[in-house]
């Protein structure tokens, strides 16, 4: 497939001012016809070239004569003389058969459209980018018993009845937007309705349209996206502009969600919650993201992208201030540790493998393929570096000015780097860098003290591995919150920024009779991985007495990490080991502490207490050794599980008296109580599963009742397929619910995975059109690191299988599989060998889509 360069940018050669469509909705056969408004941009004589994929012009004209269309590749041509024309189309497509999601698809009965990025196509002939913004009117018709609710962006004009049972609705959009924002949905949905007052007083109308049946878990979206509108307008002085704002749940989507203007459309599981069927993670999932499409609203649809390789222009940005709300709505600490965990999980692997690419990527093949973890997570982080170094207010003083500076345009993240350098005052010269460079870098600290002057000396050095084509990369500036923290008081003399810009740098401190304990890289200020030299006693320290939450959560998961690393050398002999990991004792000891510290909330001593995941800790290896790690592991909870088992059962027994509400401290208490859960039955407790079953059995909410399973997925006992059968059973019918099913399954430590992922892919529930189902099934398989790599390499030939049979229907969601098999160089050679075969058995595959293509070449090179 063809490249795609950044440095060759051009504006398009012709630009669509007003788009009019119409719409003969129907699933397996859709009628649309388009008047363009087109404009020359600019002084060529080039002829209209408008990006098409599979939706040809069944007729078309300019200025109402007929014209010769010609194809080149993925565009049509035509000529135009004069600067203006109308541009008339039409095309016939065939929702029911669109297996892709994208375009115009047929979901349940229901129609809808995803358009970003390069979806608009599918559906008419267009300049599909986004720096070609039009002004839009659509009119849909259909058969009004099958589509009574007919929806598109803007307002609703006009709406009537038709001939043969079928009516009509006309929707406006006043504001200029790229084709990506362009949506439309007819179905058969009910409205749960609500309003909002802007604070400048203007009266918004607010629906969220469910299939009948779903709108009784409607209500807590509601709730986040009224919120959502309120932060925006007091965080960031930002009000809703449309007199509507409407939100779709449908059941089949590649994605989370999708910002379109006034007609955000959702995967369900985004939208639907209640205490049964919805855990305490989905209501802050659902807030998330429905306060992430909202912001859209700003950062992304009154300012856009002028090409998709400034993506994170307004997706690092739009994840940041979601982020920033999600803390705000509940406990900053434990957000920041979420987020952080979710960012080493997905974006460091992406950073240290085949796919690394900087947050404003150079090139691309399949535009897909660059909604990562990178373009989102690491560019919210680089965000939140410069609002870091800015302060609160300069930071807002430049997020101002951009939207000020940019309402109505296609910016770059240039644009935003130089508003942020004028508004907040700041020096960013050398910070752009973050946009250009992949990869993760890696910050070496070690504090030196001076017992005769009472000097601390904190030395710094920073560098980098390569990354595909970048093998040397320029120093970064590093922001990093720390603190010199007395032995004796517990206590610091306030926070430092310290900015790590050279190659080496060494900071002095005076005033230290005893050498202090160094607190660095407090609440995660940069995305880095950091090594500091440090003596044996001052990360059990750090744990007990930090101020900074995220630094006492970082203190332990470093002790268990070492420890771990520690029993795994040992493996291969006695005395293999290095470094100087603290005891099992001192870990219990601090295990023992914290399970009681009454400073912690138990929704932060839930964070603190997990151990690392077997991925991540393979991730601190440089061949990943999945079977020790598994062993290693399990070896350690069981040791904090039955040393502790007095307290993990007094833990579990006081959570278990907090009623179910969804006040933060029944939301702790949940969290804890699963936790202890686990750890009792970690310990081989000879009433673990009981306990666990009587879990599941009582739980009046679904947090429980998927806690207790989880616990039970794992066991070797007769209570596991019990209760396994009545969640189904219980919950035939729920898709979200019943995708629990599937994911506890494939995501649980039990010795028989394998052979019940062979049974669950022919389930009579499991299918390959779905989504939702897809990764609920393959993504806890492909992240159960001792399953998915064991050494027989099947779990690799599982994948591969998958790949090639989902690839023709869905290639979006195929290749986000490929990332796993990409990891082929952190093992052994012998499994290293297999998941190349496994790459070669797909790139192989005759008709392979681009989007797999790229990611495989890629994890090939
Ligand atoms: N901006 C949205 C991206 C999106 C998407 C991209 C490709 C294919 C399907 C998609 N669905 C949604 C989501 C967001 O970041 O808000
Ligand atoms: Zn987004």
Redesign the pocket.
């Given at each position: 497939p063809p490249v795609i360069y950044r440095a060759d940018y051009q504006p398009p050669d012709w630009r669509v001012e007003t788009v009019s469509l119409e719409f003969d909705l129907d699933l397996s056969a859709t009628e649309v016809h388009a008047t363009l408004g087109i404009v020359r941009n600019g002084d060529h004589d080039r002829a209209v070239r408008l990006d098409c994929d599979g939706a040809l012009p069944q007729t078309l004209a300019v200025d109402g004569q007929p014209v010769n269309w010609r194809q080149e590749g993925s565009r049509i041509a035509f000529d135009v003389q004069g600067e203006r024309a109308i541009v008339t189309l039409s095309t016939r497509i065939a929702p029911d058969t669109n297996t892709q999601l994208?375009g115009l698809f047929a979901s349940n009965g229901m129609l809808c459209t995803?358009c970003?990025?390069e979806g608009f196509r599918r559906i008419i002939p267009f300049v599909d980018r986004p720096d070609n913004m039009s002004v839009y009117e659509v009119l849909l018709r259909a058969d009004k018993s099958r589509f009574p609710v007919l929806l598109s962006n803007g307002a609703l004009v006009e709406s009537g009845d038709l001939d043969g049972g079928r009516h009509y609705a006309r929707w406006r959009d006043p504001h200029p937007k790229p084709s990506y924002l362009f949506a439309l949905v007819a179905g058969d949905l009910v409205a749960t309705r609500d309003s909002f007052t802007t604070k400048s007083g203007t009266h918004v109308d607010l629906a969220i349209f469910v299939r009948a049946g779903d709108e009784g878990r409607t209500a807590h979206a509601m709730q986040a996206l009224k919120a959502s509108m309120a932060w925006d307008e007091r965080v960031y002085g930002l009000e809703y502009d449309l007199p509507v704002f409407n939100i779709v749940a449908v059941s089949d989507f590649?994605?989370?969600?999708?910002?379109n203007k006034g007609l955000n459309i959702f995967n369900s599981r985004y939208i639907l919650a209640d205490p049964d069927t919805a855990t305490d993670y989905d209501y802050d999932a659902i807030e998330g993201v429905v306060a992430?499409?909202y912001f859209?609203n700003w950062s992304g649809n009154r300012v856009t992208c002028r090409d998709w390789f400034q993506l994170s222009l307004k997706?690092g940005f739009t994840v940041y201030r979601d982020q920033c709300f999600s803390a705000d709505m509940g406990s900053e600490a434990v957000k920041r540790i979420e987020d952080v965990r979710m960012l080493r999980a997905a974006q460091f692997p992406e950073d240290a493998g085949p796919l690394a690419h900087p947050i404003r990527p150079d090139s691309y093949m399949e535009i897909?393929n660059f909604?990562t973890s990178t373009v989102y997570n690491k560019g919210a982080e680089v965000i939140r570096m410069m609002a870091t170094m800015a302060g609160p207010e300069r930071f807002r003083a430049g997020c101002d000015l951009y939207f000020a500076r940019h309402d109505g345009e296609a910016a770059t993240c240039e644009d935003f780097v130089r508003a942020m350098e004028e508004g907040a005052g700041l020096d960013l010269g050398q910070f752009r860098r973050w946009y250009e460079q992949a990869g993760t870098p890696q910050v070496q600290a070690r504090l030196e003290h001076d017992a005769a002057t009472g000097t601390a000396t904190l030395h710094l050095r920073q560098n980098f591995t390569p990354t595909p084509g970048q093998p040397a990369k320029p120093l970064m500036p590093i922001p990093l919150r720390t603190a010199l923290i007395d032995r004796d008081m517990k206590a610091h003399r306030g926070e430092m920024l310290v900015v790590l810009t050279e190659a080496e740098q060494a900071l002095s401190f005076t005033g230290y009779a005893r050498a202090p304990v160094l607190s660095i890289n407090r609440g995660f200020s940069a995305p880095v991985n950091l090594d500091v030299a440090r003596a044996s006693g001052d990360l059990p320290f750090l744990v007990r007495h930090d101020d900074d939450p995220f630094a006492r959560y970082e203190a332990l998961q470093q002790l268990v990490i070492d420890r771990l690393i520690a029993d795994i050398a040992d493996m291969d002999g006695p005395g293999a080991a290095q470094g100087h990991a603290v005891s099992l004792d001192e870990i219990i000891a601090v295990f023992g502490d914290l399970v009681s510290d009454q400073r912690l909330d138990d929704s932060m001593r839930a964070e603190i207490l997990s151990l690392p995941t077997e991925a991540f800790l393979g991730e601190q290896m440089l061949i990943v050794r999945p079977e020790a790690i598994h062993v290693a592991r399990k070896s350690l909870r069981k040791a904090i599980g039955s040393r502790l088992l007095n307290q993990w059962r007094i833990v579990h027994e006081r959570a278990s008296s907090v009623p179910y509400s969804l006040s933060r401290e029944a939301r702790g208490a949940r969290k804890i109580k699963s936790l202890a859960l686990g750890y009792i039955a970690s310990a081989e407790a000879g009433d673990a599963a009981m306990v666990a079953f009587d879990q599941f059995a009582r739980a009046d909410n679904m947090t429980d009742r998927q806690g207790a399973l989880a616990v039970l997925a794992s066991m070797q006992a007769d209570q596991r397929e019990t209760a396994l059968d009545s969640f189904y059973n219980r919950y035939q019918g729920n898709a979200l619910v019943i995708d629990k099913w599937f994911s506890l399954q494939t995501g649980s430590a039990h010795p028989r995975v394998h052979e019940q992922m062979l049974e669950l892919i022919r389930h009579k529930d499991f299918t390959l059109t779905n989504p939702n189902r897809v990764r609920a099934l393959y993504w806890p398989f492909v992240s159960n690191q001792a399953v998915f790599h064991e050494a027989s390499g099947r779990g690799y030939e599982l994948l591969t299988d998958l790949v090639l049979k989902l690839d023709p229907l869905n290639p979006?969601t195929t290749a986000r599989f490929i990332a796993p098999l990409g990891r082929w160089r952190r093992f052994d050679e012998a499994r290293a060998a297999k998941m190349r075969d496994c790459l070669e058995r797909i790139l192989a595959q005759p008709g392979l889509s681009k989007d797999v293509t790229e990611q495989v070449v890629k994890s090939l090179e």
């Open positions: 994208m995803q970003e990025a590649n994605m989370g969600a999708m910002e992430h499409e859209h997706e897909s909604y979006q």
